[in-house]
């Protein structure tokens, strides 16, 4: 029987790509998403509004990237979808509210910019809500 070297290779990615998935959203959600919720009053004085849609259409999408779109890319779960709000809420931040920062200063927003970026990508991986048999997979061993 020939051994395909994807074999070997491919639950690695898929490792990678689940501890992408889990470190990069916890760290979005403990960083940013519950701040947010658990003081949303405060929040809503604080937040800037870079287009005047008012606080609560700033806040709103950025709970809904920071807590919602986590929860659903730690399950691999519409991870690619997912993802398009995070990015776009990071774009906003680095290119319109704090448009000044240097690459030092917003390298946080930066790096979470790659992470999300790359699982938009290359998508969950294999270790994931929905997987057929996620912790056993098949390949091909052509």
């Given at each position: 029987?020939?051994?395909?070297?994807?074999?070997?290779?491919?639950?690695?990615?898929?490792?990678?790509?689940?501890?992408?998935?889990?470190?990069?959203?916890?760290?979005?959600?403990?960083?940013?998403?519950?701040?947010?919720?658990?003081?949303?009053?405060?929040?809503?004085?604080?937040?800037?509004?870079?287009?005047?849609?008012?606080?609560?259409?700033?806040?709103?999408?950025?709970?809904?990237a920071?807590?919602?779109?986590?929860?659903?890319?730690?399950?691999?779960?519409g991870?690619?979808?997912a993802?398009?709000?995070?990015?776009?809420?990071?774009?906003?931040?680095?290119?319109?509210?704090?448009?000044?920062?240097s690459?030092?200063?917003?390298?946080?927003?930066?790096?979470?910019?790659?992470?999300?970026?790359?699982?938009?990508?290359?998508?969950?991986?294999?270790?994931?809500?929905?997987?057929?048999?996620?912790?056993?997979?098949?390949?091909?061993?052509?």
């Amino acid at each position: 029987m020939k051994t395909s070297s994807a074999f070997f290779i491919t639950p690695r990615i898929d490792l990678g790509l689940f501890f992408l998935r889990l470190t990069g959203s916890l760290l979005l959600l403990h960083v940013h998403g519950l701040p947010k919720v658990f003081n949303f009053s405060e929040e809503l004085t604080r937040i800037e509004d870079p287009f005047g849609f008012g606080p609560y259409m700033s806040l709103l999408p950025a709970i809904l990237a920071e807590v919602v779109c986590p929860v659903f890319i730690i399950l691999g779960f519409g991870t690619r979808i997912a993802c398009l709000p995070i990015i776009g809420v990071l774009l906003v931040a680095m290119l319109f509210v704090h448009p000044g920062w240097s690459i030092a200063e917003g390298q946080f927003g930066w790096l979470l910019l790659i992470i999300f970026t790359t699982l938009a990508i290359t998508g969950p991986g294999k270790w994931r809500i929905g997987a057929d048999r996620p912790l056993e997979r098949r390949y091909d061993a052509d």
